[in-house]
């Protein structure tokens, strides 16, 4: 039978996957231990729990956040609700997805072979080449001109929570991390330097870098009264 403790330990474990960046080749590609406890970061997001999970086998990169990163820091002066971020991303506005389809290569025209000429001596010279946009495959990825029926997040659109606008998966990210922890009420501290929120779900810390995009449209979450 499973105890509350390692109950807890999965939950922690999933967490931390959530938030890490597989792709990357260094230390963002696994869970690390810092000051008292574990993170995992993604390079947008960074998760914080204040527990010793001997389970993992980690290496020790506290040194990377220190300048960066105090996990003392965690008595929020501002809070939103789990409820309001949930409501407001049902009506974030969604667009369109288009698949990757693969077509003739527009610049070689499908034949893989590109010409050129060589002039030396007076005269020109015919060059044939593997075309450089297809590597000579005659084929190019392209974006589909019709909706695959799914959609997804404008990218022309933000979320603002107290002056701090952030992109929608980051708040998805939030969102799912909280509904992990059962945290309904989720407290915020705004850092100025370099400029983040740290978001506080009871014991775990989950620090996200605010975006910007010129022109972006925002949808306001929350503001300071």
């Known amino acids: 039978m499973i105890n509350t403790n390692e109950i807890q330990h999965i939950t922690y474990e999933e967490i931390l996957q959530r938030f890490i960046d597989p792709e990357y080749i260094d ?18 997001s960074l998760v914080y729990i204040p527990e010793k999970l001997p ?3 980690l290496y020790d990169f506290t040194y990377k956040l220190k300048n960066i990163f105090n996990p003392e820091q965690k008595t929020p002066s501002l809070s939103i609700s789990l409820k309001t971020l949930t409501e407001k991303m049902e009506s974030f506005p969604m667009v369109d997805c288009y698949d990757e389809v693969e077509s003739n290569c527009t610049a070689c025209d499908g034949t893989g072979i590109v010409e050129s000429e060589f002039y030396h001596n007076g005269k020109n010279h015919p060059i044939e080449s593997d075309c450089p946009i297809c590597d000579g495959s005659g084929m190019e990825i392209i974006q589909s001109t019709i909706p695959n029926g799914q959609k ?16 929608p998966k980051r708040i998805m990210d939030l969102i799912w991390t909280a509904e992990k922890l059962l945290c309904h009420e989720i407290g915020m501290i705004q850092i100025l330097e370099p400029k983040h929120a740290k978001f506080i779900l009871g014991n775990v ?15 306001i979450a929350q503001e300071i009264p």
């Open 27 to 44: 230390w963002k590609k696994h869970p690390f231990v810092a000051f008292d406890g574990v993170c995992a970061t993604n390079g947008w």
């Open 55 to 57: 389970q993992l086998q």
């Open 152 to 167: 997804e997040y404008d990218p022309e659109h933000t979320l603002r929570i107290y002056g701090f606008d952030f992109h």
């Open 205 to 219: 810390q989950l620090i996200i870098s605010p975006i910007e995009i010129y022109g972006a449209k925002q949808m």
